[in-house]
């Protein structure tokens, strides 16, 4: 018999259908015995009767969460008192006829039945090879990729590109000590912090061009939105007018991942308690001395004059504008050249300042990006500037010295986003498998011999069953 998918169950009531999945949660009433089947689609809820025959009955008694198994049974439509409202297959139960174990489980460390996950932060990461089993952190990632498509989707809409950026590289993009080095046979090279670099290049060929790509961040410090591993949805284009146009495609971006998470997640949010947050027609722009003035009037807290904004300053300027306008976003521009990379391009009517720009949505930034330097000489004027050995980046200085158009480009964080959206209160959540300072897959204070334990001691169980 051909397998239903739990979602499709609500369609063949009257039928029989065979559904293949995982057993979310058992309750015994007595002799009934419910389970709640758990597929790539859904949940259904599974009874099976005292009268159903000894055999199956037998096999459903032994059955634990996570169990693998096959029914075949027929599709009920519930009485309307007996609905339940949280299932999106509450109208219906499944009748077992028959039950087949395809895989055991050991039995779980913690409840994984309720809506919500109540395990601390480090549990659930600690047994990402269960968590991801549940509703809660299934949801999330379903969000990041739809967000991760949508960004794919609109792009390509526009004309953009895909292609591939290097993860090892002979140079720091992004300048400053966050970057990860390499023993490279018998030289130094360093994990990639940003495709800046190569998408400018290949832009500079292809005109159009986005990547999605992981990059590394050595961030020396523990918080609850900074990842040492991230994915970066990088873009860039040529032949703009102003950093505006940059600017406006970023928006355009935001605006459509926002509506596609709207449109097919819908059950995703629910579950988390999310609210998309507000994008209105056009999103408010404020240079950096605007935004300092305006808190300064505002709050009455005096940031003038500083070089960059703190998340203090981040979380209250959203919340001024947000009362002001009703928008969540708000993009911020001209930051001190020199506090920023060499190749973000300066104001000409005022050179200290440039017009790079960042994204920030409910007190925290998205996304960075801006107008690029484009003409070859000023270029290298930046590289001295900068104190930058031309030699390290000469394939990206080569491609500039054979004609670029003005250009410019903005990056996203995935889980950056993922967080935002879905209001999540720390990053690691929106990663499947997240890197800080102290963890790669577990936490780095926990000897490896420890884990080989673990995995020995599962393999124990599994035989007892
Ligand atoms: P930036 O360094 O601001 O810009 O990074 C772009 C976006 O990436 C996310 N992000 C992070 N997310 C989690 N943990 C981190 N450690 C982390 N670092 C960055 C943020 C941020 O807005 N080359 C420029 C982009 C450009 O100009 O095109 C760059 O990398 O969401």
Known sequence: MNRTLIADTVHQIGETVCIKGWVHVRRDHGKLIFIDLRDRSGLVQVVF?????????EIAAQ???EFVVQIEGSVNKRPEKLVNPAMATGMVEIEAKAVKILAKANPLPFDMSGETLNVELPTLLDHRGLTLRHPRSQAIFKVQAVVIDAFRQYLQQQGFMEFQAPAITPAVAEGGSEVFTVD???HTAYLTQSPQLYKQIVMSAFERVFSVNKVFRAEPSVTTRHLTEIVSLDAEMGFIESWTDVRDMAEEVVRFMLQRVGSECARELALLGATLPTMIEKTPTMSLREVQQKIFEVVGRDTRGEKDLSP???????EIVNKETGSDFVFVYGYPTRKKPFYVYPNPEDPQYNEGMDLLCRGVEWLSGGRRVNDFDQLMEHVKLWNMDPNKISMFLEAFSYGVPPEGGFAFGAERITMQ???????????MFPRDMERIDKSLKIELVESVKVDTEAKLKLQEI
């Open 63 to 65: 059955l634990r969460s």
């Open 49 to 57: 009767l005292p009268n159903v025959g000894q055999d199956v009955h």
């Open 312 to 318: 203090q300053d981040e979380r209250e300027i959203c």
């Open 421 to 431: 959206i879905l209001q999540l209160s720390n990053i690691r959540e929106a990663s």
């Open 184 to 186: 490279y046979f018998d």
